[in-house]
């Protein structure tokens, strides 16, 4: 028997939908499905509630990446491996498709697939550790209309000071997302890398730094203007002027099952409408 938590996109009623047909399935061949308390009240009573601690195996995701993201943050600490079921657009991160997700539960609980490392992003502030990250951790002005001044250490050594709307620390996964937008490189996500991007710099070098990813680098806040601090999209507190951020690869990787159907160049090539010519 496995311990499975399942996460549903709760905004769409086919997620939800799936998610208790999910559930049902793996409680029918003996699984303890764990639900956290805002997925009981989309999937319903009857199953396993989890705390930070519970013991699990698998986490199931069903929706989109920013599911699939939701999912992971629960599924690291808890030394689990990740399985995306895509209800979204063409993504990145779910592996399996609506109409096979029943084959590919089976084929994992067969044992009939593999485990891709994705490398995540650490970080911690004057207050503490923050969550690992497996986009991006970003520190951003607060203020529309102003620019922040960041100051940036690399491995012990004084680098530069970037005046800039933010400046962001990805990893290869998260190269895709806000990275790419700030035009930053893209990076396969097999890789382990750091990836520093400033946003909109006031500078002529704007270029990206694609760093090792056990590389520290060191962010503190200059000038007379806060920063915030946000993981994957999610908000993690402030920095306040003099105060650092210091940032780094994560010791533990997010484990993803894949049954090798799909193809990070050709979903690259479909996201960004390539052709053959």
Do not use: C
Not at 39 to 46: A, R, T
Not at 184 to 196: C, D, E, K, Q, Y
Request: hydrophobic share 45%; glycine share 12%; no cysteine.
């Amino acid at each position: 028997m496995s311990a499975v938590g399942l996460f549903v996109h709760g905004g769409r009623d086919d997620a939800i939908a799936l998610g208790r047909t999910v559930a049902a399935w793996l409680t029918e061949r003996g699984h303890l499905v764990v639900l956290d308390p805002s997925e009981s009240d989309l999937v319903g009573g009857g199953h396993a509630l989890a705390d930070d601690h519970t013991d699990l195996d698998l986490v199931v995701a069903i929706g989109g990446d920013g599911t699939v993201l939701r999912a992971t943050r629960r599924a690291v600490p808890a030394d689990a491996d990740v399985l995306g079921i895509n209800l979204g657009e063409l993504g990145y991160l779910a592996e399996v498709e609506p109409d096979a997700w029943e084959a590919g539960l089976g084929a994992y609980f067969s044992g009939a697939h593999r485990l891709e490392e994705r490398m995540l992003v650490a970080s911690r502030t004057p207050a503490g550790e923050l969550p690992a990250g497996l986009n991006e951790v970003v520190i951003e002005k607060q203020a529309l209309g102003r620019t922040i001044r960041l100051g940036v250490s690399i491995d012990g050594g004084y680098f530069t000071s970037y005046v800039a709307d933010g400046l962001i620390l990805a990893t290869p996964t998260g190269s895709t997302a806000y990275s790419l937008s700030a035009r930053g490189p893209i990076v396969a996500p097999s890789h382990r890398a750091l990836v520093m991007t400033p946003v909109s710099p006031h500078t002529l070098f704007d270029r990206s730094l694609i760093l090792e990813p056990t590389s520290v680098v060191e962010v503190t806040v200059l000038g007379d203007r806060d920063a915030a601090v946000s993981i994957d999209g999610q908000e993690h507190g402030r920095l306040a002027v003099g105060e650092t951020i210091s940032i780094t690869g994560a010791p533990d990787p997010a484990r993803f099952a894949t049954f090798g159907g799909r193809n990070f160049h050709q979903i690259l090539k479909a996201k960004f409408g390539l052709s053959d010519r």
